[in-house]
């Protein structure tokens, strides 16, 4: 079992910066790849950006140059680090993390509001 805890969001103005964090526990051996989804009002649920254990990262391209994935290793947190926020990023940001074993398990966090404004 993976548990996964979202903190950092809130209310943000274009030019500034948000930093969410989502710190896992449990099973933490088990953790294959982390990742930020999100989801805005009347849409789908869409990846935002992921990263493996090895370091890989992938991207949304509505977001490619302006938002960063990391993980702490040593902290089991993976971060998105978000510049130059736009009011269409405005969502509910679900933190993802994937297994691996003799199962693959897909966990996800309870999901934080990010709200940019002009």
């Known amino acids: 079992q993976v548990q996964l805890v979202e903190s950092g969001g809130g209310l943000v103005q274009t030019g500034g910066s948000l930093r969410l964090s989502c710190a896992a526990s449990g099973s933490i051996a088990s953790i294959n790849t982390l990742g930020w989804y999100r989801q805005a009002p009347g849409k789908q649920r869409e990846l935002v950006a992921t990263i493996s254990n090895s370091g890989s990262t992938t991207y949304a391209d509505s977001v490619k140059g302006r938002f960063t994935i990391d993980r702490d290793n040593a902290k089991n947190t993976v971060y998105l680090q978000m510049n130059s926020p736009k009011p269409d990023d405005t969502a509910v940001y679900y933190c993802?993390?994937?297994?691996?074993?003799?199962?693959?398990?897909?966990?996800w966090g309870q999901g934080t509001q990010v709200t940019v404004s002009s």
């Open positions: 993802m993390c994937r297994t691996t074993g003799w199962r693959v398990y897909v966990y």
